[in-house]
């Protein structure tokens, strides 16, 4: 019997290093005070009048009370004139470089009465010289997308206020498409991640790796996965015309889109007491879809977890699958703005019966996470290639207009502590994917004799 966790815990915990500015007393850092510059060109109004007396006295070559005080004159040595004017000269250099800046300072201020940055200030030389109509929404949108690729972040995303839909929509269970997930790959083109059974883009042929060109004539290399998904998209019967590249031949695909239910779990008994899970990804409902399909199968002797082609998504569902079968402790954590974020399972009733989970290249996010766990808590044999290597926590932030950015802030980590991101999580035993389902069967038969003679 598999228990249930009611709710997920995830604990944080705050660490000691603030990642606030640091100030040094009441003056931010770049702000320094030197204790040795003099500056001696201003007259005291306050000074003692005594000390021009003497000065008058000296000039006729006489002592003054205050000279008798002091001692005998001693005039001052070539040596010592030498050392004032280097001195003097050494002061007025850093008056001038303070001037200066001041200047330059004060002269950016007044030359961008606008207050405008310089991107702003092209894009509306752009628009208002330009021999063609353009539209500054689409140069703002151009601009920020360059800048998120300039960046160097292989995960960051721009969503448009008018792509917001579509984001909210990539977790559901329901919407209207072709069947299809994509994702962006390192060398930054757009690739069929998962094709669903029954669906358009199955029925027409689509495959897992295709690179998609274009759609409807419009070319989306180096696009962002919302304005391909947004094209694709769209009433029912739309045409959608896909021009891929599939391992260097170009292939087109004409298919109409449709209601697309998606099921994330596909579920059958393989084996007597033997459960074959295939989670096609990780949206809203996953870990409860997976729940009942477990329930509903016989799996005293094993459970095949098929991670297969797997894009990711939520990690709290990830987390959710897992707790069914880690029951207690950490499945994966990462530390962001200072703090230490831990998701941690907690089911006083997991289940006890062995697993095996199959990955390849396509196993990417949060499935990698899934495998992580269970390979590093001793829970499960991992068999398969090696996954896609993408371990990174994205966050979203809202700019002014409501639009947000998607940027990374971290990386996760297993509960052994190891990094995913660029690197993947190797199995266990490579297996060719021909042979995956029956080596799969041997493993937990293996298992099974084991945990009999224990």
Avoid: C, H
Wanted: proline share 3%; glycine share 10%; aromatic share 6%.
């Amino acid at each position: 019997m598999v228990g249930r966790s009611p709710k997920k815990n995830i604990t944080v915990r705050t660490s000691g290093k603030s990642s606030a500015r640091k100030k040094v007393g009441n003056k931010p850092l770049g702000t320094k005070r030197s204790s040795e510059s003099k500056f001696d060109l201003i007259t005291d109004p306050n000074a003692d009048p005594s000390i021009d007396s003497d000065l008058a006295s000296n000039s006729r070559g006489q002592q003054s009370a205050s000279e008798k005080a002091r001692g005998p004159y001693k005039p001052v040595s070539d040596e010592s004139r030498k050392t004032e004017k280097s001195n003097d000269r050494v002061a007025l250099l850093f008056l001038g470089v303070f001037i200066a800046a001041l200047f330059f300072v004060l002269g950016t201020g007044f030359g961008n009465t606008t207050g405008k940055s310089l991107v702003e200030g092209a894009i509306d030389e752009l628009v208002t010289n330009s021999t063609i109509d353009v539209d500054r929404a689409t140069l703002e949108r151009a601009a920020i997308e360059g800048a998120l690729k300039a960046s160097g972040d292989d995960w960051a995303n721009y969503f448009p206020v008018t792509t917001l839909e579509e984001l909210n929509n990539s977790t559901a269970n329901a919407l209207t498409g072709i069947g299809i997930s994509i994702r962006e790959a390192r060398s930054g083109a757009i690739e069929v991640a998962s094709v669903q059974e029954g669906t358009p883009a199955f029925k027409n042929g689509l495959l897992v790796g295709d690179q998609i060109i274009e759609v409807n004539g419009t070319e989306v290399q180096g696009s962002s996965l919302t304005t391909v998904v947004a094209l694709i998209r769209g009433d029912l019967g739309k045409e959608v015309v896909l021009r891929i590249n599939r391992d260097g031949e170009t292939k087109v695909f004409n298919l109409l889109t449709e209601r697309v239910d998606v099921r994330t779990v596909d579920a059958a008994q393989i084996a007597p007491e033997v459960a074959y899970l295939s989670i096609s990804s990780f949206s809203s409902g996953t870990s409860s879809e997976f729940y009942n399909s477990l329930k509903a199968l016989k799996s005293s002797k094993g459970v095949v977890i098929d991670l297969r082609d797997n894009p990711g998504g939520l990690v709290e569902e990830a987390v959710s699958v897992a707790e069914l079968f880690i029951g207690r402790g950490t499945v994966v954590s990462y530390r962001a703005s200072g703090e230490e974020r831990i998701f941690t399972a907690s089911n006083p009733k997991p289940s006890i019966a062995p697993v095996v989970l199959m990955i390849n290249k396509g196993t990417t996010s949060a499935a990698e996470i899934l495998a992580g766990a269970f390979q590093d808590r001793n829970r499960g044999v991992v068999i398969g290639q090696t996954s896609f290597g993408k371990g990174s926590v994205q966050e979203f932030m809202t700019l002014r207009d409501g639009s947000k950015l998607e940027l990374t802030v971290a990386l996760y980590l297993t509960p052994s502590g190891r990094t995913i991101e660029g690197i993947g999580i190797i199995p266990d035993l490579r297996v060719v994917d021909s042979e995956m389902k029956i080596k799969a069967l041997q493993i937990l038969g293996g298992l099974a004799k084991l945990g009999a003679k224990n």
